[in-house]
């Protein structure tokens, strides 16, 4: 079994900063893509940021140039680095990875329980 622990979620004005951290553990041989997602209330969830395990990245319209997804492949974890909030941007960010548990395996998608953004105006 794999486990996603985000953290880094928080309260802060509009125009800071937060640093998300994804951590996942368990068992696993490699991870593929790694992603940040975002659900409002009264919203469906949208990709927010996503990351391939060569370093690829790709971001939503609304977060470019604000956000900055990476990962360390050494310690399975990614991060979200986001600047310049705006009040726009609060909600629960979720994280997942295509995890392959073994070499033999096919790999599955899984996701963190989520952590609070909120911005405040």
């Known amino acids: 079994q794999v486990q996603l622990v985000e953290s880094g979620g928080g309260l802060v004005q509009a125009g800071g900063s937060l640093r998300l951290s994804c951590a996942a553990s368990g068992s696993i041989y490699s991870i593929n893509t790694m992603a940040w997602y975002r659900q409002a209330p009264g919203k469906e969830r949208e990709l927010v940021a996503h990351i391939t395990s060569d370093g690829a990245t790709n971001y939503a319209d609304s977060v470019k140039g604000r956000f900055t997804i990476s990962r360390d492949n050494a310690k399975n974890t990614a991060y979200l680095q986001m600047n310049s909030l705006k009040p726009e941007d609060t909600a629960v960010y979720y994280c997942?990875?295509?995890?392959?548990?073994?070499?033999?395996?096919?790999?599955?998608?899984?996701w963190g329980q989520g952590t609070q953004v909120t911005i405040s105006s």
């Open positions: 997942n990875a295509l995890v392959r548990p073994r070499i033999t395996a096919l790999s599955t998608l899984y």
